[in-house]
């Protein structure tokens, strides 16, 4: 009974998902966004913030939002402390400006208040609506390809090189072979219509790196007693004294439009729009956003926000908020036992997102390629969002083109007030702040 009560909550009919689908598809998430339980104390213990307790905050923030997610948005979106807020707390705020971790913890909370009044007041809301429709689908195919860059990335198929600024990496490298096999592995699962493809995919080639000795298995554990380093660290009263309003105002631009982005490219891999291209319950992914962020800086971690990598769990099936909760829930247990999720390579991980990224491109095809005035702003936004490694930048450099062609079209009237007003503030971003 508690389960078809539970099943009828989340619409598992309507949207043709059952228990085990979103359960796998929960796991697949988790499984492509693990490295955060790594990666985010390895930068922010450059603070001097103590690694134990980061990476217990991590896991704890990641688990309540993604739980808070699924449980009152009901959506597949599972959230984590984020990728480029966590460098800018790290070497802009703290060691470029010589700030305390503690104090700049605060300025993240304070964020967080905003986040939450600005939705309560339903000013985000307005902002979602206000992005024209037309970039809708530039935005999930721009993501698709900055999934599908970070994965050729962390493969080693791609690598930096000073003249071409990239270029192919070595693939007589052990991990960069192992990773190739794994995609191959992935896409032929995937091809024969199996739904584990991503799932099974990573676990075979975790198997592989740990024979090949590329991986090895921890059986190390964490105790959460360690939080006590970051938790309740933050120091709100010299956050007002030193007047963080530029720190604030880069921690709520940059995750606003990076959520956003999260979520309409999401949002398209899912069906999440109703008819008239609208995401419903919008004001609950918002507030659990902000709420998260708000935890996240008690317990002592940058800003939480929405993960792209969300996008594995719907290409696994996932379809309502079952599959946060069950990345969530693993975030919880990785509270626990977190070196042994560190067994995971990136060779097993970095396929999934290629593949992900891959039939996230599908979108191109909604977009009116012959229409100058859609097809131009489109193209920036679909190229930007992985050159500039931001989905906030190749939104905004989007969003410009959009309104600029429109005015010297002469068709400015067709253009939303507040799309003027995000122009502006786009504007003002790149301006004052010199770059993304």
Known sequence: MAA???????????L?????????AGCT??????????????????????????TTATCLAAAFGSILMGAYARYPIALAPGMGL??????VVVKGMGIPWQAALGAVFFSGILF????????????????????????????????AFI????????????????????????????AIGGLILMAALLARGNHLAILIGIGVTTVAALLTGQARLSGASQHLTALGGTFLQLDIAATVKLGFLEIIFVFLFVDLFDNLGTLVGVGKKAGLFDSANRIPRIERILITDSVGTIAGSLLGTSTVVSYIESASGVAAGGRTGVTAIVAGVLFLVAAFIAPLFGTIPAAATAPALILVGSLMMSHVSEIEWRDPLIAIPAFLTLLTI?????????????????VLLRVVSGRFREVNWLVYVLAVL???????LGRG
């Not at 050729?152 to 072979?177: D, E, I, R, Y």
């Not at 050159?387 to 930048?393: D, E, G, R």
């Open 4 to 14: 078809s009560t539970l099943a009828s909550y989340f619409e598992f009919q309507r």
């Open 116 to 147: 939450l009044l600005l939705t309560l007041t339903g000013i985000r809301q307005l902002i979602v609506a206000a992005i024209p429709t037309e970039l809708y689908a530039a935005v999930a195919a721009g993501i698709g390809l900055f999934i």
């Open 16 to 24: 043709g998902t059952d228990w085990r689908t979103e359960i796998l």
């Open 426 to 432: 786009f504007l003002v971003r790149f301006v004052y």
């Open 386 to 402: 992985p050159l500039t490694f931001s989905i906030a930048n190749g939104l905004a450099i989007g969003f410009l083109a959009y």
């Open 86 to 91: 966590n460098a800018y707390f790290t070497y």
């Open 29 to 54: 998430t988790f499984l492509t966004m693990a490295y955060i339980i790594f990666v985010n104390p390895a930068i922010l213990a450059e603070t001097g913030m103590p690694v134990a307790a980061v």
């Open 151 to 178: 994965g050729l990335k962390n493969a080693g198929l791609v690598v930096a090189n000073p003249s071409t600024f990239v270029t192919m990496g070595n693939l007589q490298q052990p991990s960069t072979a192992l």
